[in-house]
Each structure stands twice: as C-alpha cells, then as structure tokens.
C-alpha cells in the first residue's frame, strides 16, 4: 500500500489515476483548500498568539471557575480562543479536576499544551527550598515561611501551630510557591509522624508518654551543644524528675519554679534530641553546665556544681 500521508505523494498518485484532467484539478484543489483551511483554524484558534506573555507567572485561586480562568487567559493574550480552551480542559478531565496555583509560561504554547499544564498541575515552577533547624520554635518557622511563600499567612500559622510545638519535624522541605500555611503544617507534620514512628513504638515499654518524650526533647534540643552530651543531659534531667527536683534549666525559666516537665514543647527537636529523650545515659550526675568554649562540665552535688560555677563561669 502507498503511504498518503506526503501531499506530493496523494498528488502523484492521482496523476496515476485513469481520469480526466479536470477531476484532477478538482481533486487537487480540494487537498490544497483542505490543508489551508487546516492552518487557519489552527492559527485562529489553536497555536500561541503572537504576543504570547513569555515568562509570566499565573495564578490560579480556588473557587475559580473554568469559564472565568478562559476569560482571564484571553485577556492576558495566552490563548486565542477560549472555546477550544475549555474543549480541551474538559477532554483532559473535566473543571473539577483544574489543578490550583502559579503557573509560569516560559515559552509559547499551544492551547491544548496550556490546558494540560492547568488539568495535570504541571506548574513549570522550581520548588522553593526552605531549611528549618533543630529547635526552632512555631514562631521561627512562620518567619522563615512568611518571606519564602507567598500565600503563607504568618497570622493564620501561628494560630494553627499553637498546639503543635515539637509536632513539627525540622528538615529542609521544598514546596511550590503557591505554598500556604496548611500545606507547611501538613507536611512538617506528616514528616515528624513519618521520621518518628519507629522510635515512639517503643516509648510505651518506658511508661512515659509520647507528649513527655517529646518536651523532654524540646528541652534537650536547647540544652545539649552537640552529639556528646544529649543522652547524659537526658539522663541527668529524668533522673532529677524521679527523685522529685526541680529540672532547674535555663531554656525553660518555668522550670525553676516548678517540679516537672513543662505543660508543653519549647521547641522542635530534631530526630537526635528525640532518641536521647527516648534513650537516656544513666550517670550519677545530677547536675551540669557549660563553660564560655560550651565544653560541658558534669557535678554529682550542689556543692560541686557551685565550685564548677565559680571555675568556669568567672
């Protein structure tokens, strides 16, 4: 069989067919007319008009209809014709399925390009990197947000995040700028029940709970100065809670008045400061402190824990 698919090809072909001139002509003519009609439609309603906004960012906001998302991307000379727009949103799974948010077109595109990004949520933007260290408190992490995302409301945050002090795993995270505050909550929340689950499904054999655990960590995160003194500081501060003393820490000023833990999380710890909480060293040490190099001095007694005082922090 001749492949037809090369206009020259169908034209040769039908200068080999027995019949007249005239139905050549007519023949011909309809595949030119047919091919010129299809480069006018194409142009006039499919291709990228010719001031195509390259490099523009749209943003998509919820509860915006098919109908108004088609007006708004004529109006910004995205698409030539609104109807073909829909057409293929609708082919690629209907306005229910328009995915919302930033959009950067960095090139022309084609109507039915456009309208696949919008369906499928294929952003064309790099994520935006955002880094939270260990003991950073609800308030830190609404900072580094708020002038990351655009759409992170700072206010909204903190009042969501009140209770999840410790909940809220540090890690770096990489979100799409059109980011808000409860996709941060979500997945800092989500990583902390994914990074933890291991270690809390053994906190039940050391009869403590898991909201113990953790302000013990938060604590811990702020008192420690690296690897070497987590768990003796762990076992240091469980040991002054079992034998009915005050914790006595600096980052936690409560507890000079009271006896305890605190009623909730100073910080988020990181994973480190969550195992030492959990797996604490066991010492006789009852007391510590850190010198100006932050070398960390141990003391068995009060009254070796002031004679450090006056060595080391003179």
């Known amino acids: 069989m ?9 034209i040769c072909s039908i200068d080999n067919l027995p019949k007249n001139n005239s139905f050549k002509k007519i023949i011909i003519f309809s ?3 047919l091919i010129i009609c299809i480069s006018f439609f194409y142009f006039l309603f499919l291709s990228a008009p010719g001031d ?3 490099d523009k960012i749209v943003n998509i906001e919820e509860g915006t209809s098919l109908r108004h998302i088609s007006g708004d991307f004529k109006t910004n000379k995205i698409i030539r014709s609104r109807i073909a727009f829909e057409f293929f949103v609708i082919i690629y799974g209907g306005e229910k ?4 948010g930033d959009y950067l077109f960095n090139k022309r595109l084609s109507v039915f390009d456009i309208a696949r990004m919008v369906s499928k949520g294929e952003h064309n933007l790099a994520p935006v ?3 939270i260290p260990e003991g950073f408190t609800v308030y830190d992490i609404s900072n580094i947000f708020s002038s990351n995302l655009s759409y992170f409301k700072k206010d909204k945050f903190l009042s969501e995040a009140k209770n999840k002090e410790g909940y809220l795993f540090p890690d770096t995270y990489f979100f799409f700028t059109d980011a ?3 996709d941060v909550l979500k997945y800092m929340n989500d990583n902390f029940n994914k990074k933890t689950s291991d270690i809390f499904s053994k906190v039940v054999s050391m ?5 113990d655990i953790l302000i013990m960590a938060s604590i811990i995160e702020k008192e420690a100065r690296g690897d070497v003194d987590r768990e003796i500081i762990s076992g240091i501060l469980w040991n002054r809670i079992s034998k009915g003393m005050p914790l006595q820490v600096d980052a936690a000023p409560d507890t000079y008045k009271i006896k305890g833990l605190p009623k909730s999380s100073i910080c988020n710890p990181g994973l480190e400061a969550i195992k030492a909480a959990v797996y604490p060293k066991a010492s006789s040490y009852l007391y510590y402190l850190h010198d100006k190099n932050r070398i960390i001095h141990y003391a068995k007694t ?3 824990h002031k004679l450090n005082k006056l060595k080391y922090l003179k």
Do not use: Q, Y
């Open 97 to 100: 399925h328009l995915v919302l």
């Open 302 to 304: 009060f009254e070796e």
């Open 31 to 33: 595949i030119i007319g």
């Open 207 to 211: 009869n403590k709970s898991k909201s």
């Open 2 to 10: 001749e492949d037809l698919s090369n206009p020259n090809e169908i």
């Open 180 to 182: 808000n505050e409860e």
């Open 52 to 54: 195509f906004p390259v």
């Open 129 to 131: 990197k955002v880094t």
